[in-house]
C-alpha cells in the first residue's frame, strides 16, 4: 500500500479544459473537429508536396516541415486531453509528463526557427531570383530543416530535464490541459528565481532572433518591391510573401502573449487561451491559408481530385 501510495504521489494532475456541462461537452467536440481538420489539412499538404514533382522545390521542402511540425504538434497535446476527458481521468504520469514538455517545447521552438528560416527563402526569391537556385539550394533547405530540429530538441531536453529534477510540491495539479513549462514550473518547491530568470531569457532570444530575421528580411523584400516598376511583379510578391507573413504573424503573436508577459501578469485561464491558439488554431489555420492563397498548391489538389474523379 505504501509503494503504490508513493507510485501515486509521482503522476501529475491536469485540471484540462472542459467540466461535465453541455456547454463544455459542445466546446470539447468543436475543440475535436478543429483536431481532425488540421490532421487532414497538414497531412494533405504533406501528401500534395510529395506527389507533385512541381512542388519539389526548397521552398516546399520547408512548406513540408512545417506541415509536419504542426502534424506533430498537435497531436501531443489533444489526443491526452481528450482521452481524459472521455474516461474522467485526469492524470498523466511523471515520464508521460516529461515526454509531453519535451516534444512540444521542441516542435515549438523548431517552428520559430523555421518560419524565420522560410522568411529568408522568400528574400531571396524576390531580392535575389537569378540566384536563388545557388543561394537555397536543396542542400540549403535540408539544412535549414536539420538546424531547426536539432537546437529546438538540445534546448527542449536542456529544459525538460532541469525542470523534471526539481522537487514539486503539494498535490502535483497542473492548472493546464497538458506539460506546459510555465504551469509545471509553478509546482516546483524552493527558490528557483535564478533558472526562471535562465528560462525567461532563453525563451526570448528563441522568440526575438527569429522575429529579428523575419523583420530584416521582409524589409529588405519591402524595399525591392518599392523599387519594382511593374504592377503585376509588385502582385506576385506581395501573393508569394502573404501567406508566410499570416503565419508569421499568428505564431509569433501568439508566442508572445503566452510565454514573453511577466508572470505577475499571467492568470491559469490566459494562459489556456494563449495555449489554445498556437497550439490548435494554429496549426488548423497554417494549411488552409498556405492551400488557398497558393497557386501551385491549389494546382496539385485540383490535378489529384481530376485523378480521382478519372480513375
Known amino acids: 500500500m505504501w509503494w503504490w501510495n508513493q507510485t501515486s504521489l509521482e503522476d501529475f494532475i491536469l485540471q484540462g479544459l472542459f467540466d461535465n456541462s453541455f456547454s463544455h461537452f459542445c466546446l470539447f467536440l468543436l475543440i475535436m473537429l478543429v483536431f481532425l481538420t488540421a490532421l487532414s489539412g497538414n497531412g494533405l499538404t504533406i501528401l500534395l508536396i510529395c506527389s507533385d514533382p512541381h512542388l519539389h522545390t526548397p521552398m516546399y521542402f520547408l512548406l513540408r516541415q512545417l506541415s509536419l511540425m504542426d502534424l506533430m504538434h498537435i497531436s501531443t497535446t489533444i489526443p491526452k486531453m481528450a482521452s481524459n476527458y472521455l474516461s474522467g481521468k485526469k492524470s498523466i504520469s511523471f515520464v508521460g509528463c516529461a515526454t509531453q514538455h519535451f516534444l512540444y517545447l521542441s516542435l515549438g521552438g523548431a517552428e520559430s526557427l523555421l518560419l524565420a528560416l522560410m522568411s529568408y527563402d522568400r528574400y531571396v526569391a524576390i531580392c535575389h531570383p537569378l540566384r536563388y537556385t545557388v543561394l ?176
Request: charged content about 15%; glycine content about 4%; hydrophobic content about 45%.
Open 136 to 311: 537555397m539550394s536543396r542542400r540549403v533547405g535540408v539544412m535549414m530543416a536539420v538546424m531547426s530540429w536539432l537546437s529546438a530538441s538540445v534546448n527542449s531536453l536542456i529544459h525538460t530535464a532541469i525542470l523534471m529534477s526539481f522537487p514539486f510540491c503539494g498535490l502535483r495539479i497542473i492548472h493546464h490541459f497538458y506539460c506546459e513549462f510555465p504551469a509545471v514550473l509553478k509546482l516546483v518547491c524552493g527558490d528557483i528565481t535564478v533558472y526562471e530568470n535562465t528560462a525567461y531569457v532563453s525563451t526570448v532570444i528563441l522568440l526575438l532572433l527569429p522575429i529579428i530575421l523575419v523583420s530584416t528580411s521582409y524589409g529588405f523584400i519591402l524595399h525591392s518591391v518599392i523599387q519594382m516598376r511593374s504592377a503585376g511583379s509588385k502582385k506576385n510578391a506581395f501573393a508569394t510573401c502573404s501567406s508566410h507573413l499570416i503565419v508569421v504573424s499568428l505564431w509569433y503573436g501568439a508566442c508572445i502573449f503566452s510565454y514573453m508577459r511577466p508572470r505577475s501578469q499571467r492568470t491559469p485561464l490566459q494562459d489556456k487561451v494563449g495555449s489554445v491558439f498556437y497550439s490548435i488554431i494554429t496549426p488548423t489555420l497554417n494549411p488552409l491559408i498556405y492551400t488557398l492563397r497558393n497557386k501551385d498548391v491549389a494546382k496539385a489538389l485540383k490535378k489529384i481530385l481530376r485523378r480521382d474523379l478519372v480513375t
